[in-house]
């Protein structure tokens, strides 16, 4: 079965620093893995997914993330945090789509505090 | 383009009663999904259709749900009668067949009392 973890329901940054929100998964073949945010009053936003190719995935806002099959772990991360990124973050795991598709896993959540 | 539209944004309703959501996809998305997210927990999936077969529904709590997509296109998921437990916040997503990603409407926040 597959499975998400998010190892801190908080995260605090000071804006202008780098920030880190971690995300490890357990699923028995290849994933794909996402990250979404739900920004305060508003729906899940995809952020961006890794599928295959480079480790390192762009998404949106400045966000990245970087994928490390060793360590089975899908971090997200920017480099200079804003106070408008306060929200919360939700790493996401699902199996190789087939015709029907398949569900999301997701994890609890981190929500993250920018301070300024 | 037009995202996922989810109506009401919010209810609130008595233990007892009945509730219906409504989950209007994006134009063109075969696959629809219901999930749930109940006081702050993990975000649970409820059931998928394809066009207008349920495609999984081993998510789905018990009999007191009901979910339909009558021609494939907008989805309602009906809870009748609701119970305390059944809170929590009700996300719909869409995506195309064969797509990587979902996208996500606003939820419906449930409030039983």
């Known amino acids: 079965a597959q499975s998400v973890a998010q190892p801190e329901d908080q995260v605090n940054v000071a804006e202008g620093n780098p920030l880190t929100v971690k995300c490890t998964y357990s699923?028995?073949?290849?994933?794909?893995l996402f990250w979404y945010v739900q920004y305060p009053n508003r729906g899940l936003q995809f952020l961006l997914k890794?599928?295959?190719?480079?480790?390192l995935v762009k998404g949106s806002y400045g966000f990245e993330a970087e994928f490390n099959k060793s360590q089975t772990s899908f971090h997200l991360k920017k480099p200079s945090a804003l106070v408008s990124d306060s929200a919360l973050y939700f790493c996401?795991?699902?199996?190789?789509?087939?015709?029907?598709?398949?569900?999301?896993?997701f994890g609890p959540g981190t929500r993250l505090s920018v301070l300024p | 383009e037009a995202g996922v539209t989810q109506f009401p944004s919010h209810s609130v309703i008595e233990k007892g009663q009945t509730v219906t959501l409504r989950c209007d996809p994006i134009?063109?998305?075969?696959?629809l999904y219901w999930y749930r997210r109940v006081m702050g927990k993990e975000i649970k999936f409820l059931l998928h259709?394809?066009?207008?077969?349920?495609?999984?529904e081993s998510g789905m709590p018990n009999n007191r749900f009901l979910a339909e997509r009558t021609g494939g296109t907008y989805s309602t998921l009906k809870v009748q009668p609701a119970e305390l437990e059944d809170s929590g916040v009700y996300f719909c997503?869409?995506?195309?067949?064969?797509?990587?990603?979902?996208?996500f409407g606003q939820g419906t926040r449930l409030t039983v009392v």
């Open positions: 996401a795991v699902r199996d190789i789509p087939t015709y029907g598709g398949q569900n999301f896993v």
């Open positions: 890794y599928i295959t190719g480079d480790n």
């Open positions: 997503a869409s995506s195309q067949v064969w797509a990587a990603e979902a996208f």
């Open positions: 134009s063109g998305h075969d696959n």
């Open positions: 699923v028995s073949g290849n994933p794909y």
């Open positions: 259709f394809v066009k207008e077969s349920k495609q999984d």
